[in-house]
């Protein structure tokens, strides 16, 4: 087993901006780990899935198993998995608390632990979250108490986490996106998200994924917040 190539971890890779990261890190010549609730099984040498819910202990241990077992190391590690309910705050339901919290903040501490215990042993690595711009720039059209509180706090675990890990030789950052023209977006909405960003136009996936892109090369960046917001920061 060779195992020269890097190897990159992507959870909520089934669709959207996981899916298209898994295309972009194939195509940069990593072997990719990649996870979601409902991945399909892949035949391919570079690529090892594993289905299951990350909010779970067993999944993350499974997840890097079995990229230890395939490639034999862990150099990144992106916590893409999420949930965004925007609600009125005193509408959200104690579901929605407690899935929020599983996905956002359960599922990071499991699969971020173990994916930095291996890269201790390397002496490198890189791990990057998935955050929002509303944790810093709250927006009256969009109600979202839960996404600043989970959101939020891997905003400030990503600053703690690149000190804490700066002279172990691994980096820790985080990309806020604004709003995102995914599926979840229909398209009668995408007039009134477009005018919402300074910009004048919600972000594609691709700005997500080559935001992170540059990340992985910046070897002297850490502990950043990188906003991808189409200004949506910069007009506060």
């Known amino acids: 087993m060779s195992t020269q190539r890097k190897v990159v971890v992507i959870t909520g890779a089934s669709q959207g901006i996981g899916a298209a990261l898994v295309d972009a890190y194939r195509a940069h010549d990593y072997r990719v780990v990649a996870t979601s609730r409902t991945i399909a099984p892949s035949s391919e040498d570079d690529i090892v899935t594993v289905s299951g819910d990350i909010a779970l202990r067993d999944t993350a241990e499974r997840v890097i198993a079995a990229g230890m077992d395939r490639f034999g190391r862990i150099d990144t ?6 949930i965004f309910i925007a609600k009125p705050f005193t509408q959200y339901t104690l579901d929605d608390y407690s899935a929020m919290l599983a996905v956002n903040l359960t599922g990071f501490f499991h699969i971020t632990q173990l994916a930095l215990a291996r890269m201790e042993t390397q002496g490198s690595g890189h791990v990057v979250q998935l955050t929002t711009s509303l944790v810093d720039y709250a927006n009256s059209h969009v109600p979202s108490v839960l996404a600043s509180l989970t959101k939020g706090g891997l ?17 820790s950052n985080a990309v806020a996106p604004g709003v995102i023209k995914t599926a979840m977006h229909p398209e009668e909405t995408h007039a009134a998200l477009d005018r919402m960003h300074p910009i004048g136009r919600m972000g594609e996936i691709a700005d997500i994924v080559n935001a992170i892109l540059y990340l992985e090369t910046a ?3 850490t502990g950043q917040i990188l906003h991808v917001d189409g200004g949506q920061s910069a007009g506060h």
């Open 77 to 82: 590690l992106i916590n893409n998995a999420g």
């Open 155 to 171: 905003a400030a675990a990503t600053r703690s986490l690149a000190i804490e890990y700066a002279k172990r030789g691994i980096r």
């Open 219 to 221: 070897g002297f960046v």
